[in-house]
């Protein structure tokens, strides 16, 4: 989309959480928005989400979905913000009554990173000693990393991205797990000792991606957002969150995904894991990129055939009881 200037001014208010990294995200925004109407001035409101504030619990026994997000929501419905930017990965598939996602931005590469303390420096994932211990908030990735490498003990770790290198290389654990997309927009792409192959760790639904969330039917907001879009992301995200979705997960939930589109074709993986990685179930579907949504919803049905709601049904009480 071209620069528009014919609309007239106004301040217009981004709602962001105040870690380092969502401002970056949320500041690249502004200035893209910035570059697209110049004759607007866009605003950055922060403030801190549940998610945010509680740092010494698991995120899966915190229990609420939208723990990123929430906060953001209300500054929406209340008016005091007009839109709000997300790593999509943290954005629920069922958002509150009145907002929608209203874009998606192109993504970077959604892959998980291994980043090892230093005494490891010369090995990879597969050549680490056994009972090497490994720090992840994410169920997803903990559950596939139990599959492939039981050998290894696996410790929680919360914080920011500089708080958990800083317990890496502390001595707190051999090795953690991060997204490659947060490590580069950092400036920390220098830290990712390897890209952790699809074949090992499917990727979280919308990682890598932005999301931009707004009120349904604020059309000069949404017209100005969407000069951000970027379609194919937007597919492949769409149908990652229908998948998603139609199998009622959320942070508590082990689920991953991975898509590409080739010559209009989307195809969609994804993956239903137990917590202790034991029970696994993985099936890919593919179709017209433009049915994406369509895709994930089949992709979902095809898992629970083979296996993913008794999965889902136990993972449910299992958290319920707090395990």
Not at 17 to 24: N, Y
Not at 311 to 322: A, D, H, S, T
Request: with cysteine.
């Amino acid at each position: 989309m071209s620069p528009t200037t014919s609309a007239p001014s106004r301040t217009v208010r981004i709602g962001s959480r105040k870690s380092q990294l969502a401002l970056v995200q949320t500041h690249w925004v502004q200035e893209q928005l910035q570059k697209h109407f110049p004759q607007h001035t866009f605003e950055v409101h922060t403030m801190s989400t549940q998610g945010d504030i509680i740092l010494d619990v698991a995120l899966a026994k915190i229990g609420d979905k939208g723990l990123f997000t929430k906060e953001l929501e209300t500054g929406m419905i209340n008016n005091e913000t007009d839109f709000a930017v997300h790593s999509l990965k943290d954005l629920p598939t069922n958002l509150p009554e009145g907002l929608i996602l209203g874009c998606v931005t192109e993504r970077e590469n959604p892959a998980d990173a291994l980043v090892v303390h230093s005494k490891h420096k010369d090995k990879q994932l597969d050549t680490l000693p056994e009972g090497s211990v490994i720090g992840t908030s994410s169920l997803r990735r903990l559950a596939q990393l139990r599959h492939h490498f039981p050998h290894f003990e696996f410790k929680d770790i919360r914080g920011n991205l500089n708080t958990r290198l800083a317990k890496l290389d502390e001595g707190g654990y051999d090795a953690i797990i991060l997204a490659v997309a947060g490590l580069e927009r950092l400036g920390m792409g220098d830290r990712i000792h390897q890209i952790i192959p699809a074949e090992i760790s499917l990727h979280a639904v919308g990682q890598g991606a932005l999301g931009i969330e707004c009120r349904a039917g604020d059309t000069e907001i949404m017209e100005v957002i969407k000069a951000l879009e970027h379609s194919e992301t937007a597919q492949r995200c769409y149908a990652e969150r229908a998948f998603l979705r139609e199998l009622e997960g959320g942070c508590q939930v082990p689920i991953g995904v991975n898509t590409k589109i080739e010559n209009g074709q989307l195809t969609l993986t994804g993956m239903v894991s137990s917590l202790d990685g034991k029970r696994f179930v993985k099936d890919s579907v593919s179709g017209a990129a433009e049915t994406a949504e369509m895709l994930g919803i089949d992709l979902a049905h095809r898992l629970r055939q083979q296996g993913a709601s008794a999965i889902l049904e136990e993972i449910f009480v299992e958290v319920q009881r707090g395990s």
